[in-house]
């Protein structure tokens, strides 16, 4: 079973247009983070929100985490084809056991030009 | 952000060898580090915490005899294959834990490419 469902698992959009990456869980996370993958390579980390009913924004990226502190979003606008890549999520509990991330399944974006 | 790095980055190797792949924390300690593994096209499926001066904690379905870690030092897990085999063949990456006053951060080596023959 999933902790963290990630939706869509794949999105195929042209350059300039907006996306958004829906992560969703049943279960309450202290921090939740996104990362970005690219082929061949380790994740590299884009932001981290712990306060539920949270936004941040990195320039054309804009992440949110909800009330309940269960769901997360990510919303790119105009995206570009730079933003080609596997995006995760991950969540943190405070009790869990060594401190362990709960991935979602990852969402596969490509940015067509 | 925190750099960690892994080496090597690829290896081949031939069936019934082992293989030591290190994870270093290149500007910060790290008393937690983890290791994953991931099939092409899914997310990370965890496989073991490695805690400094103590024995890894594995996940449920990792054999321990199998996937030998060590983390000795503040800066530096060994995860070691032994007797490799093809099934082996993966993409593993290790993460560092930098703990926050709020919210646990993890960062990530850039991966180890193992294929074994």
């Known amino acids: 079973t999933q902790l963290l469902e990630q939706s869509p698992q794949f999105l195929s959009i042209q350059e300039g247009e907006n996306l958004t990456v829906y992560c969703n869980s049943s279960?309450?996370?202290?921090?939740l983070q996104w990362y970005r993958q690219e082929p061949g390579e380790g994740p590299v980390l884009l932001v981290t929100?712990?306060?539920?009913?949270e936004v941040k924004k990195l320039k054309r990226l804009t992440f949110q985490f909800g009330d309940a502190r269960k769901d997360s979003s990510l919303h790119i606008t105009a995206a570009q084809p730079g933003d080609t890549g596997l995006y995760l999520c991950?969540?943190?509990?405070?009790?869990?056991?060594?401190?362990?991330?709960?991935f979602g399944g990852g969402t596969r974006v490509l940015v067509k030009p | 952000g925190a750099v960690v790095s892994q080496h090597p980055s690829r290896v081949i190797c031939k069936s019934g060898t082992s293989v030591k792949i290190e994870c270093r924390s290149l500007d910060f300690q790290a008393t937690t580090m983890f290791w994953y593994r991931q099939f092409p096209k899914q997310s990370l499926m965890l496989m073991a915490t490695?805690?400094?001066?103590?024995?890894?904690?594995?996940e449920q379905g990792v054999e321990k005899d199998k996937f030998l870690i060590n983390h000795a030092s503040l800066t530096l897990s060994t995860l070691t294959v032994t007797s490799a085999h093809p099934e082996d063949s993966s993409f593993y990456i290790c993460?560092?834990?930098?703990?926050?006053?709020?919210?646990?951060?993890?960062?990530f080596g850039p991966g180890t490419r193992l294929t074994v023959l």
């Open positions: 279960s309450v996370f202290s921090s």
């Open positions: 490695s805690n400094e001066g103590s024995k890894a904690t594995y």
């Open positions: 991950a969540g943190a509990r405070r009790r869990a056991a060594g401190n362990k991330l709960t």
């Open positions: 929100v712990v306060t539920g009913g």
């Open positions: 993460s560092a834990r930098v703990p926050r006053r709020f919210g646990d951060t993890q960062y």
